[in-house]
């Protein structure tokens, strides 16, 4: 199975932190995975968005331009790339700052979750609003096994942040469950 | 297969941290460079991690200033690395062509980005001339690497640093963007020196030997011209030795690719989709641009009905494509300036080659 | 609301200069290049000057000058702009040719072009802008980065025994015979940006008066690469890098000496 993601929002929201959390569970279930972050001047004006491929072969293109699922953390990503996701294809907004109505196709699948408020009200941190949506968006696909990404979380946070484990592991449940009780 | 063994030793990387990964393990301990996008990791992983073996890094004024610190540390007898891209490579070509005249190794990266001039950060494979025939002055040569993966963004690390020191001649990786800045897991394989990496050239103080130079002037009777002889031959011996190709479903394919690099990379896609629609693809995969494996494409171009050349430019491995087979009727170009060929458009151009419709 | 309270709203306080060209930028906030760009749209009008102008932008963040001056731009290659400079005002002497560069650009690479210029005394000015880093390509040390000052090629901070002092080009230009005007300025607070104004002011002056050389170094902010916030990012200009770069006029030529 072959399957991609582009993950896109703010500079800080955490989009970088959350594609490479994936891309090392895909690795510890020991399957293909690359992860293609935007660079350069692309990051300036504060955005910032990464790709992730997930296959059981060995991958060609690490960079997609028809993906076949899209994270969304703020409005201008959606503006962005709404129109390259391929048809029947898988969407999660984060609704606290992106507008359902704005999605218009009817093709896809679509998760409107509100991250930042589960990850400031439930969770305790609105800073974990995309670890929300990676619970959410895993449920959704199965990219990967939900237990693998919590026990991954430990390679992408730093020793200083040890502590707040427990807390991302909250987020990604709780992006779990609410994906669940809106499949 | 164990995949938990497998599992185990594989580390998740940027390409361009997993240079300078292969690099410390080949026994470099100095880095120079100056900042440019889309190599920066490679300085900035350097400027974390040598400090803590009891290595040098330093950040130069410029890329001009670089290169020459590169001539010093590599005439003290070091292994020693920069990177860099389009831009600062041009400013450090004065340099190589001095370091080739004097014979010092080194190995130098470039992650290439889109020209001419300021051009872009999108990555691209427009350096192809500049780094094989070598854009400094004086005509010299030097064995040019091209990673497709991250894992061999760290093995062709290893091996550059050993192919600079048996020639005592600088090395290039020619990497772009994508390989650059793309993290997957890879495995970290052991350096195994292939050359001995002792350096009774280098300037280390006379003590009990006579003084001796690194130099590349040479002004006394035909002196230059034995000393182009010379390095000429060291050039054709690493045409002899050093070409590196990889064969990926060459066996019966009607169809060879062409390709090196990200291009290749993606053509991999492309060719996995054509044969499994029964179309005879396969790709001659160049790890060594210079020496160009030449032979082999003769040999294959002799079998397959066409040769399908793909680069992120207009043109310039095409060139020695050409002038390595005569079967100049059956090489097709795809060029992308600038710019990454998608699989889809690869594996449209495989299937109207293979005379099957869109 | 009250008729009072809507003239207040109402009032025009401040207008777009001419030679400042209508389009979002792509700083990031808090980033003081804008003010920067700002004021020298201001001074390119205060003197009527949008269509003799040639500017040369820089390779920085800085790079995009073209297309928010509304003055013709040459792109120099990074570190070179006081050459293209040079090669623009020595084939149309009755142009008035600036430069528009960040301390990647001019205190590290172009270090050598820059120089040179002073020391021929090339009448032209520069715009200089020192932010501490290089904003760009990610943040990292530049010639001017603070003693101890983490960046991304300085990680356990900048350390004089590796990587020199901090340096100083508005006072090291002073010293060049064919320096007409040097001066550092800030503007981090509205009294800062008005004395910003009256700095650039003078150094055009020079040039139009045929004095030589003249340049203005702006003690800027990157909060993006300093990992801060734009407030924090003001009040670093206001408190270590003005007690490291002292503000004010290191040369000004007077009419008579030069004569
Ligand atoms: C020869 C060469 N080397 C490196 C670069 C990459 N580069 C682009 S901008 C820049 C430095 C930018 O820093 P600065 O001049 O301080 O300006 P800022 O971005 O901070 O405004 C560098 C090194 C280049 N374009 N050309
Ligand atoms: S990176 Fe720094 S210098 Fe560049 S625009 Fe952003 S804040 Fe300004």
Redesign the interface.
């Given at each position: 199975m072959t399957t991609d993601v582009i993950m896109a929002g703010f500079g800080g929201q955490g989009i970088l932190m959350i594609g490479n959390l994936l891309s090392i569970a895909a690795m510890e279930e020991g399957r293909h995975v690359t992860y293609f972050p935007a660079y350069g001047v692309e990051m300036r004006g504060g955005t910032a968005n990464c790709t992730v491929v997930l296959s059981d072969e060995e991958i060609g293109s690490p960079v997609v331009g028809r993906p076949r699922a899209c994270v969304v953390m703020n409005g201008p990503s959606l503006d962005r790339y709404l129109p390259a996701i391929r048809e029947g294809g898988d969407l999660v907004i984060n609704r606290s700052l992106v507008d359902p109505a704005k999605v218009g196709r009817k093709d896809l699948r679509l998760l409107a979750i509100p991250a930042n408020d589960i990850a400031r009200e439930v969770v305790g941190s609105q800073q974990l609003a995309s670890m929300v949506a990676l619970g959410a968006y895993v449920q959704r696909t199965g990219a990967v096994r939900m237990q693998t990404l919590f026990d991954c979380l430990p390679k992408v946070i730093s020793k200083k942040y040890e502590k707040f484990i427990p807390l991302n592991v909250n987020a990604l449940k709780e992006g779990e469950s609410f994906a669940r009780n809106h499949a | 297969m164990n995949?938990?063994a497998?599992?185990e030793q594989?580390v998740?990387m940027k390409g361009n941290e997993a240079i300078c990964v292969g690099a410390i393990a080949a026994g470099c301990r100095f880095y120079y460079g100056?900042?440019?996008?889309?190599q920066?990791d490679i300085?900035?992983y350097m400027?974390?991690h040598l400090?803590t073996i009891g290595g040098t890094?330093?950040?130069a004024?410029?890329?001009v200033a670089t290169i020459n610190f590169i001539l010093g540390t590599s005439a003290s007898g070091k292994r020693v690395m920069t990177s860099s891209s389009g831009?600062g490579i041009s400013l450090m070509q004065e340099g190589l062509s001095y370091m080739a005249g004097s014979e010092l190794p080194a190995v130098v990266v470039n992650i290439s980005r889109s020209g001419p001039?300021?051009g872009g950060?999108a990555p691209s494979q427009g350096d192809y001339f500049q780094a094989v025939k070598c854009g400094g002055h004086g005509g010299y040569r030097m064995p040019v690497l091209a990673p497709h993966s991250v894992q061999e963004m760290y093995s062709l690390a290893m091996l550059a640093f050993d192919l600079a020191d048996k020639y005592r001649n600088p090395a290039m990786i020619l990497g772009d963007?994508?390989v650059g800045?793309?993290?997957?897991?890879f495995t970290q394989t052991p350096y195994v020196p292939t050359v001995s990496q002792e350096k009774p050239w280098a300037l280390t103080g006379c003590a009990g030997r006579p003084r001796q130079h690194v130099k590349s002037l040479y002004l006394k009777d035909n002196a230059i011209e034995v000393h182009n002889w010379k390095l000429h031959r060291k050039y054709l011996k690493m045409q002899e030795e050093e070409v590196r190709y990889e064969d990926y479903h060459l066996d019966g394919a009607k169809i060879a690719v062409v390709a090196f690099g990200t291009a290749a990379?993606?053509?991999?896609?492309?060719i996995?989709w054509a044969r499994r629609e029964g179309i005879a693809a396969g790709m001659l995969r160049p790890i060594t641009l210079f020496p160009f494996p030449g032979a082999q494409l003769e040999e294959i171009a002799k079998r397959v009905d066409v040769l399908l050349v793909i680069e992120m430019n207009t043109g310039q491995m095409l060139e020695d494509v050409k002038a390595s087979t005569t079967f100049h009727d059956k090489i097709r170009f795809l060029g992308k300036p600038c710019a990454?060929p998608?699989?889809?458009e690869i594996h449209g151009e495989l299937r109207k080659l293979a005379g099957r419709g869109r | 609301m009250t008729d009072r309270g809507k003239d207040r709203f109402t009032k025009k306080v401040y207008a777009r200069p001419k030679s400042l060209v209508d389009v979002k930028s792509h700083f990031c906030p808090g980033c003081h290049h804008g003010i920067a760009h700002r004021i020298l749209a201001e001074t390119i009008d205060h003197f009527g000057l949008r269509e003799q102008t040639v500017g040369v932008a820089c390779v920085g963040c800085a790079v995009f000058l073209y297309d928010y001056i509304d003055v013709d731009v040459a792109e120099a290659p990074h570190g070179r702009a006081p050459a293209v400079a040079t090669g623009v005002k020595r084939a149309q002497p009755d142009k008035f040719v600036f430069t528009y560069q960040g301390d990647g650009d001019l205190a590290a690479i172009g270090t050598s072009e820059v120089i040179h210029a002073a020391n021929r005394g090339e009448n032209i000015t520069v715009l200089f802008v020192n932010n501490t880093t290089y904003g760009m390509t990610g943040g990292q040390m530049a010639p001017t980065t603070m003693l101890g000052q983490k960046t991304s090629t300085s990680p356990y901070g900048r350390d004089f025994r590796k990587d020199g002092y901090p340096i100083k080009m508005a006072e090291l230009l002073a010293t060049l015979e064919g320096t007409a005007y040097s001066a550092r300025v800030a503007t981090s607070t509205p009294a800062q940006i008005r004395k910003a104004k009256e700095a650039v002011k003078k150094a055009f002056e020079m040039q139009i008066k045929e004095m030589g050389f003249s340049i203005v170094e702006f003690l800027s902010t990157c909060p993006t690469n300093w990992g801060m916030k734009p407030l924090d990012a003001q009040k670093r200009v206001l408190g270590e890098m003005s007690e490291y770069f002292p503000l004010g006029v290191y040369k000004e030529r007077k009419q008579a000496d030069f004569l």
């Open positions: - | 995949v938990a497998r599992v594989r998740f100056y900042p440019i996008t889309p920066n300085p900035e400027s974390a400090p890094f330093l950040q004024e410029s890329e831009p001039g300021l950060i963007a994508i800045q793309m993290k997957e897991p990379r993606v053509s991999k896609t492309a996995q990454m998608t699989p889809e | -």
